[in-house]
């Protein structure tokens, strides 16, 4: 408890709600969400979407905020104490995070050049005339192979300058790559200081883009043919429902844009005051982040009924993908908008400032897990907390410097596919088996009772114990059956560079079974005992206080006991040895 006490708190609670409003809250609600609702039938995603919401995003969100603010500790640290076999998941997470804020940022680069370039009349992507556009651009929207939009021609021959492939590298996109240092120049500035300088940016960073959102939405709604985007995104097509990938993309949606498995939620979480309500948390990130999903629904689908009226085509055989929404199909619609410049600028700031408050999460994950680690020698290296974000800032953009070469597009596909679509199911499924089933339910009752006097009702002990666990199994094996190699528009990726992938997902995954392989080690006594000391909450810690002689194999106490019922060792123990 003394460590507990000593941990640096947010200033006010609202500064967690919004930075956990603003970590949920990112990029993939404007573009995964539209996409999945696109692709899903319109409204058909809206029911499984908001079910899952209610039994699988609400309970292990709350789970999360429960475990990071009773042990005040990042995820590492949380993991290991509450089931140290698994303590590994919390590694993973960190790991994940890390290789996450690498090419996480390159996209807040790609809104900041397009930012840039907004403020240009007319916009560089309004037409064919520019030196980088081929004889086949076009200025509407379209389906064939044999020819591409002004939009589709700035993303990848001006901006991106993107090569044919992963085997041809290209050289540095210099504009990209100051852009690159920009965003994490902001990014440090953002988090130098820990919670103090985190909770005073994200009173802006996560309020901003609703007024955007909502401006959007006012100016598009007016459109011609707006009303036909809208009803196609509301209007259910209900034979997809009994399409079970429809279900597991619902599911997905959630636990990625809520950040189940990432640590940052639980991070955070870790600087609350003891006794914070954290069911109020809970149902206010959960919430708002569906909601802003939602409402970006509506401004995106909104769009689409103008592009459609304009090009005179149904809004169901619009050229819709993943993030060439927001950077293709998007800025296209801005084109033929009446004051182009000034909704171009609101909506790549917006873009801006979703994706910061994300970035900065990320980054706080590694942060405080090794601060929790590793303080005493990292002061002594760095003399300054602030000196040690710099550094591992700085580290994170040199990693990223691959995506902003021309051939960056496909590293950043690499890495989002291995990271984002393998790596975290799997995270996640030990992470709900390490806290629901190895922890345990009543555990977790009883750690919220004695943070806020009240226990969990029925509703989030039932999830936690059945549904959860088999809802992330369910999405687990389907992920893997399903499971397609990494592509990028029509290139595959050859067999090489998906064997690379395979080491970026490891990378994290890896940490899960050599976490395990340790614990067993370290613990002392038989395999049997071993064993049972590892699903035993705390007992890394419990060993590490008790006397040498105790954790050397010697038989003067029983050894097991001691740690599993956390009993007192007698007073009268023989004195330790000085070595």
């Given amino acids: 408890m003394d460590q507990r006490r000593s941990r640096p ?20 609600n404007v573009w995964r969400f539209p996409y999945l609702c696109y692709r899903s039938g319109g409204g058909a995603f809206l029911v499984p979407y908001l079910l899952m919401l209610v039994v699988l995003g609400i309970p292990l969100l709350y789970m999360e905020l429960i475990v990071g603010q009773y042990t005040r500790r990042g995820p590492v640290h949380a993991l290991a104490n509450v089931c140290p076999l698994l303590k590994g998941v919390g590694i993973a997470s960190v790991a994940i995070s890390f290789i996450m804020c690498i090419y996480y940022n390159v996209v807040i680069t790609w809104a900041l050049y397009y930012l840039f370039s907004s403020f240009q009349a007319p916009l560089p992507w309004q037409s064919c005339n520019n030196t980088w556009n081929t004889p086949n651009c076009t200025t509407h929207s379209t389906n064939s192979s044999y020819s591409s939009t002004a939009s589709q021609e700035f993303f990848k021959y ?7 492939g992963v085997e041809e590298t290209g050289e540095i996109r210099w504009e990209l790559f100051l852009i690159l240092l920009l965003a994490w120049i902001l990014i440090y500035l953002c988090i130098f200081r820990g919670v103090k300088s985190t909770g005073k940016v994200v009173y802006f960073t996560a309020l901003f883009p609703y ?14 043919g707006a009303l036909n985007g809208i009803t196609f995104f509301i209007v259910p097509e209900w034979d997809k429902l009994l399409s079970m990938e429809v279900w597991v993309n619902a599911a997905a949606q959630i636990f990625n844009s809520i950040g189940i498995g990432f640590g940052s939620l639980m991070a955070m979480s870790s600087y609350n005051s003891f006794n914070n309500n954290v069911l109020k948390d809970t149902l206010t990130i959960s919430i708002i982040n569906s909601f ?48 182009a410049q000034l909704w171009a600028v609101m909506f790549f700031f917006m873009l801006l400032c979703l994706g910061l408050d994300s970035e900065f999460a990320m980054v706080e994950v590694l942060v405080t897990s090794l601060m929790d680690e590793f303080y005493q020698h990292l002061i002594k290296i760095f003399k300054q907390k602030e000196l040690f974000v710099l550094a591992v800032c700085a580290a994170a953009f040199l990693l990223g410097i691959p995506c902003v070469m021309q051939v960056g597009i496909y590293v950043f596909q690499l890495m989002d596919h291995y990271t984002a679509i393998v790596s975290i199911m799997f995270l996640a499924c030990f ?32 999830c936690w114990l059945i549904v959860a666990p088999l809802l992330v199994t369910v999405i687990l094996i389907f992920s893997i059956i399903q499971f397609k190699p990494a592509r990028y528009e029509n290139y595959v990726f050859p067999p090489w560079s998906q064997g690379v992938g395979w080491v970026i997902a490891m990378a994290s ?39 040498y002689y105790e954790r050397g194999g010697k038989d003067e106490y029983p050894v097991i006991a001691v740690i599993s019922s956390n009993i007192r060792l007698p007073e009268k123990a023989p004195v330790e040895a000085n070595f």
């Fill in 9 to 28: 708190t947010w200033s006010r609670q609202i500064e967690f709600t919004l930075a956990g409003i603003g970590c949920a809250v990112g990029l993939g």
């Fill in 158 to 164: 001006r901006m991106l300058e993107q090569t044919s």
């Fill in 211 to 224: 007024v955007i959102l909502i401006a959007l939405l006012i100016n598009n709604v007016q459109l011609p």
């Fill in 292 to 339: 802003t999903s939602i409402l970006a629904g509506f401004v995106i689908f909104s769009a689409f009924g103008y592009m459609s009226h304009l090009q005179g085509i149904p809004v169901s055989n619009l050229a819709v993908d993943g993030p060439g929404l927001v950077y293709v199909v998007y800025p296209q619609a801005f084109a033929n908008m009446p004051v």
């Fill in 431 to 462: 992470e709900v088996v390490a806290i629901c089933w190895s922890y345990g339910v009543n555990r977790l009752s009883d750690n919220l009772e004695e943070m806020t006097g009240k226990r969990a009702n029925i509703f989030f002990r039932l």
């Fill in 509 to 547: 995954i890896i940490w899960i079974p050599l976490g395990a392989i340790h614990t067993l080690w370290v613990l002392p006594g038989s395999l049997k005992q071993k064993v049972k000391l590892s699903i035993t909450p705390s007992a890394l810690d419990e060993m590490s206080k008790m006397p």
